[in-house]
């Protein structure tokens, strides 16, 4: 049985403590029940799931396991009054656990009927006690590990991403959680839900992906536990990488970038890739790619384009040749300066020696309101940046797209921008390049633009219907 508690009146939250850890003491085994399986926080939206793990991540007390919307709480020393100290509100400290648990309350599951029932008569002055019929059994879960290359050297490039799937067979993968980045240092982590279905654990299989989506590495683990640790061997893989700038030290966002193999005559692809916000690029590629895989090192060069309707058009830049290219090459390249920078890279290039690497879609709102005292620019507008650079890392977007329109006071909020029309989405880009608030390469990409973005509706409407379910 299932027992949700809700307390009446929470404004004597000592005594209503102090009075629940009588009752719990005072029926049969609940107190190791509790301490076996937890409390859970139910119906909670993204944030407030995030709310909680970082309060809890701060106590040593407490572990926990989270699905999208709840979170279970493991008391880890055995002792239940450590819970008063998560719960009372403490005087000019912000505890989100505390204002969550007394607005919502809480579920104890896998109860006894009589344990069910005596709790509920039991808290009666106190609380509002539902009891329900348990739900088919969910565990949450996690698989975390390294990705490494064969050599044992962690897997260490930008944009790469991991996902974990249930296989009931090849052709029948259930997502487990959401997509998770590949940290510099190669480590991952995903937290997921689970419902059993008489298997000891999940058929477990984590894929690791590039840039481009496409599958570099993946591993298996039949009846994965709970907490299950996977690390994941990579082929060898070779980085190219760089930033691209005008001569006037402004980065250039949003071009081609174009990695080759040459050999004597011919060039072969090794890879295609967008600069960012900051002109960064980063390519990765193996042997295999080559003409002549034998070879063991890329004889490397590459070439920069403008981005126009069809992917790339003028070549504006190329790299001197650099034989034999270790593992990891860093070719920088400078572009001539065209035209006067536009509003969003002259914001960048102020910004960018003020956060010392920090990527823009981190920063905090802290950070931005120090930027803009720092620089002028206010602090609406290095939001927009900030909005801007989540928006190329976690939807695809170009960069300064999102920026442009922002800029023409179009929502914020995924949902309410995919609900205009297509051409007020073409006006609001083509008066930002008109005012020189975005580059003018954009220009040559607003069709494009406005598709890729519209074809975010469909991803949203399947990941609103993913949460319903």
């Known amino acids: 049985m299932r027992a949700t508690i809700q307390f009446i009146n929470p404004d004597k939250k000592f005594a209503i403590l102090t009075k629940l850890l009588k009752v719990i003491r005072g029926i049969t085994n609940l ?39 709840s979170i279970r709480v493991l008391i880890a020393d055995g002792e239940l009054r450590a819970l008063l100290g998560l719960v009372m509100p403490i005087p000019r400290r912000q505890n989100e656990f505390t204002d969550i648990f007394w607005k919502k309350g809480f579920t104890i599951e ?13 808290l009666e002055a106190i609380a509002t006690v539902i009891i329900t019929e348990d739900a088919p059994q969910t565990h949450f879960c996690m698989v975390s590990g390294q990705v490494a290359q064969r050599d044992g050297v962690p897997l260490s490039v930008r944009g790469f991403t991991v996902r ?12 487990c959680g959401t997509t998770a980045a590949l940290q510099i240092n190669g480590l991952y982590l995903i937290d997921y839900a689970w419902q059993s279905d008489g298997r000891k654990g999940p058929d477990l299989l984590v ?33 190219v990488r760089g930033t691209i700038l005008e001569a006037n030290g402004y980065p250039l966002p949003g071009v081609v970038v174009q990695a080759f193999d040459r050999d004597m005559r011919e060039e072969a692809l090794l890879g295609r890739t967008l600069t960012d916000a900051e002109g960064f690029y980063e390519i990765t590629y193996s042997n295999a790619q080559f003409r002549r895989p034998e070879k063991g090192q890329a004889d490397l060069i ?36 065209r035209s006067c920078p536009s509003e969003y890279e002259r914001h960048l290039a102020d ?28 602090f609406e507008q290095i939001n927009c940046l900030r909005l801007d650079a989540r928006w190329s890392f976690q939807h695809g977007l170009k960069p300064a797209v999102a920026y442009g329109l922002f800029r023409q006071e179009l929502p914020v909020n995924l949902r309410r921008l995919l609900a205009e029309k297509p051409a007020r989405l073409r006006e609001a880009l083509e008066a930002s390049l008109a005012h020189n608030i975005i580059p003018a390469a954009i220009g040559l990409q607003t069709d494009q633009a406005v598709e890729q973005l519209l074809s975010l509706a469909d991803s949203l409407v399947i990941e609103l219907d993913r949460k319903a379910k």
């Open 164 to 175: 974990a799937f249930d296989s009931f067979s090849t052709d029948d993968l259930v997502p």
């Open 207 to 239: 894929h690791v992906l590039d840039r481009q989506g496409n599958i570099v590495a993946e591993a298996k683990k039949p009846s994965a536990a709970i907490q299950e640790f996977l690390d994941i061997t990579a082929p060898q893989l070779c980085i």
């Open 31 to 69: 107190r190791q029940h509790i301490l076996a399986h937890g409390i859970l926080l139910e119906k909670l939206g993204a944030s407030e799931v995030e709310a909680l793990q970082k309060t809890l991540s701060r106590h040593s007390h407490f572990s926990y396991l989270t699905s999208h919307s």
């Open 351 to 378: 910004l960018k020696p003020l956060i010392e690497g920090e990527p823009v879609d981190a920063l905090t709102d802290e950070d931005l309101r120090f930027l803009s005292g720092k620089t002028g620019i206010p």
């Open 302 to 337: 590459v070439r920069v384009f403008d981005a126009d309707e069809k992917g790339e058009g003028e070549e504006i830049t190329v790299s001197d040749m650099v034989f034999n290219a270790p593992q990891l090459q860093i070719i920088n390249l400078e572009v001539e300066s």
């Open 110 to 122: 896998k109860l006894v009927a009589n344990q069910a029932e005596e709790l509920r008569k039991q």
